[in-house]
């Protein structure tokens, strides 16, 4: 079965940087876009940053654009997000989702953005 395994999640101060990772198994991982998405107390989930299913290209979404960098590692079937000058609003479930037909969805990790 397809599972979507992420960790890297945690308390950091305000203008801290956390790096998530997606563990993936159950498929190809090298022919499928991932993105991470990110949900915050009273809000909806959003696309916070994307890659395509050969790490040649990206998009960031928002707030996410030139704080956070999305990356691949297919040998390692992992997806990374960097998240950098972190903020309060930063505060959210991280989740990670392979695009395609059937769309899949991580457990999500928790980061949290604190004084």
């Known amino acids: 079965q397809v599972q979507l395994v992420e960790s890297g999640g945690g308390v950091v101060q305000p203008g801290g940087s956390l790096k998530l990772s997606c563990a993936a198994s159950?498929?190809?991982?090298?022919?499928?876009?991932m993105a991470w998405y990110r949900q915050s107390p009273g809000k909806e989930r959003e696309l916070a940053a994307w890659i395509g299913y050969d790490g040649r290209d990206t998009v960031y979404v928002g707030s996410a654009k030139g704080r956070f960098t999305i990356s691949r590692d297919d040998a390692k079937n992992t997806v990374y997000l960097q998240m950098n000058n972190l903020n309060f609003d930063e505060t959210a479930a991280y989740y990670c989702k392979r695009l395609g037909e059937p769309v899949s969805w991580g457990q999500g990790t928790q980061g949290i953005v604190s004084a």
């Open positions: 159950g498929f190809i991982f090298s022919n499928y876009a």
